[in-house]
């Protein structure tokens, strides 16, 4: 039987009249969800790694790039998200256009996204955390907060603070989404209105001359004991790359379908405005922070080496404001703790996605009798993001992510454009204005990033997309509910 079998439309519609899954997020909690994704690791933390490894002053440029690169891929979500909104994302939409085999590896690709995701963003908040322990002037030993590799001396290492705080997220996201939900929308009250904070006060503190050359030449720096070229208009490019997995929120916007009270029209309303919302501030706080710091500050072998964890608290640290310092530790530090909630979130709900259709096992989607949460999947996601949070590098789990991330959204855009041609006649609550337009520029620029990425990243998520294709021929295909049920 063909690879490319495909899940018809009514089947998603059974599906959801069958879930046993509460319907609690409206539009608003579903934006702030996005918004709660989105906002975090790209200003919190990418920002430092950008500017010294990639960009320099120009990273605003490389948030524009990102940015517009999203914009393509969002509103092809957005479509898709009108006609089949179910748990599964990316996934799901595939599964119904294109086929099985296709579905599953944006499915595996989307697994990489989320789990990388997660582990970055701990171990980001890990490095907030300890800066806020050292404002109380408590200090935790280099042996537990730093992963094997980071860590200089000799014997046993690990982050144990992200590992911690995975597996305290995961406990509450097994109590239930609306509790999840309502933690949520209250993390990103606090950071929104302390990203506008670092906006407004840091434009009095930005130094003209650090904006000077605003595109450095082309220099290089070394990362992990990796040398490569830096700045110039590649570096720009580069930096798109780097810190595009901090788009991701507005992916998993779609992963809640299942549990949103409207998602034909909601989630393509939410996907759009955290998106937008999230740029500018982006690129506002990126242009601040390059102006209060010069982006070779970000050095972590040099005179700041904690910067490049915390590099907003960094920049008002130097700009002799311990006050400052300490209310954006703070929203830094529960900030970020709603970007691995919803990552957590997000995952579990495309695992959910993939076993009800048989191509994992039934175990992934197995609800809680009382809370309705696919707890068992929870604890294990939880558990693996936990440990490899404990003891892996971030610059690695951030260009995976982003390796993931881009290509889950190239995958959504020559989709969307095939399903338009195929089924011209299907209802669509939202259409892609001039779509075969979008959807080139989408895959287009999409795959360039994705070109662009550290090559070792790029490396192991090649072989993470062979081992998925791998499971597919010796478990998935044998076990999917579609093909038995073509076989009966």
């Avoid at 980001?124 to 992963?147: A, C, E, I, R, V």
């Avoid at 590098?393 to 951030?398: C, D, E, Q």
């Amino acid at each position: 039987m063909s690879l490319f079998l495909k899940k018809p439309l009514a089947a998603f519609e059974e599906d959801m009249k069958k879930s046993e899954m509460k319907r609690v997020l409206g539009k608003w909690s579903l934006t702030a969800i996005g918004i709660g994704a989105i906002i975090g690791g790209g200003i919190f933390v990418l920002t430092g790694t950008g500017a010294y490894f990639h960009a320099g002053p120009a990273l605003a440029l490389s948030f524009v790039i990102a940015g517009i690169a999203c914009v393509f891929a969002a509103l092809c979500y957005s479509e898709f998200a009108s006609m089949i909104p179910v748990e599964g994302s990316a996934y799901a939409y595939a599964y119904g256009t294109i086929g099985e085999l296709f579905a599953w590896v944006i499915g595996w690709g989307l697994i990489l996204e989320y789990a990388m995701g997660s582990m970055t963003v701990a171990v980001s908040w890990s490095g907030y955390f300890n800066k806020l322990l050292h404002l109380f002037n408590l200090h935790l030993p280099d042996y537990l907060t730093q992963d094997p590799g980071s860590y200089q001396g000799s014997g046993f290492s690990m982050n144990l603070p992200a590992t911690v705080i995975v597996l305290l997220i995961t406990a509450l996201l097994v109590k239930g989404t609306k509790e999840a939900a309502k933690a949520n929308n209250l993390i990103v009250i606090l950071k929104v209105s302390a990203v506008l904070f670092v906006i407004v006060v840091g434009a009095f503190y930005v130094n003209a001359a650090n904006w000077t050359p605003f595109v450095p030449e082309v220099a290089q720096v070394s990362n992990n004991g990796e040398v490569h070229d830096a700045y110039g208009w590649a570096g720009v490019i580069s930096g798109a790359a780097a810190i595009f997995f901090a788009y991701v929120g507005f992916d998993a916007v779609s992963t809640q379908a299942g549990e949103a009270i409207n998602p034909k029209k909601d989630v393509p309303f939410a996907i759009i405005m955290s998106l937008l919302v999230c740029t500018v501030l982006y690129i506002l706080v990126s242009l601040v922070l390059t102006g209060m710091m010069n982006y070779s500050d970000f050095n972590p072998a040099g005179k700041y080496p904690d910067a490049i964890k915390a590099p907003v608290a960094a920049a008002f640290d130097l700009a002799g404001m311990p006050w400052a310092v300490f209310i954006i530790t703070v929203a830094a530090t529960v900030g970020l703790i709603s970007v691995m909630m919803v990552m957590l979130l997000g995952q579990s709900r495309i695992f959910m996605g993939m076993s009800k259709d048989g191509l994992i096992p039934k175990f992934f989607s197995d609800l809680h009798v009382k809370n309705k949460t696919p707890y068992k999947s929870n604890i294990l996601i939880g558990l693996i993001v936990a440990l490899v949070a404990g003891f892996t590098p971030i610059s690695t789990l951030a260009d995976m992510t982003s390796f993931g991330t881009l290509f889950a959204f190239t995958m959504v855009c020559i989709a969307v454009w095939m399903l338009r041609v195929k089924e011209p006649n299907l209802q669509r609550n939202f259409k892609v204005p001039a779509l075969p337009l979008i959807a080139v520029l989408g895959i287009g620029i999409n795959i360039f990033l994705m070109s662009k990425l550290n090559l070792h990243a790029i490396q192991l998520s090649g072989a993470w997309l062979v081992l998925g294709v791998v499971i597919y021929f010796v478990y998935s295909k044998q076990n999917s509910k579609l093909r038995k049920a073509a076989n009966a």
